[in-house]
């Protein structure tokens, strides 16, 4: 294995939330970082992760309602939602909040 992360290609309708940004999901994909490697952008080599084009993706995705978490693999997950870090998220954590 060289780390490159396995994807799968899914059909959806092509007016749904996922569909409208079907590109935009393929794109915020490639910009993954491999397995094991989860600070280093594969496309972008030389920039820490998330990278710019990631981080465009990820706002598109979340601005049709489609959950980012849903998208990127768990161990990624720490990366844009530290734990320690609450209040410094980079990311919303699109949970509804009741408060
Ligand atoms: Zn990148």
Not at 53 to 79: E, K, N, S, T, W
């Amino acid at each position: 294995m060289d780390g490159t992360r396995d994807v799968v290609a899914v059909v959806v309708a092509v007016d749904s939330p996922a569909g409208r940004i079907a590109t935009t999901i393929d794109e915020l994909t490639t910009h993954l970082p491999s397995t094991g490697q989860q600070l280093v952008c594969p496309i972008c080599s030389a920039r820490s992760w998330p990278c710019p084009p990631f981080h465009d993706a990820a706002h598109r995705v979340i601005a049709v309602g489609v959950r980012l978490a849903d998208l990127v693999p768990v161990d990624l997950h720490p990366q844009l939602w530290p734990p320690a870090t609450p209040q410094q998220q980079p990311w919303p954590t699109e949970e509804v909040s009741n408060g």
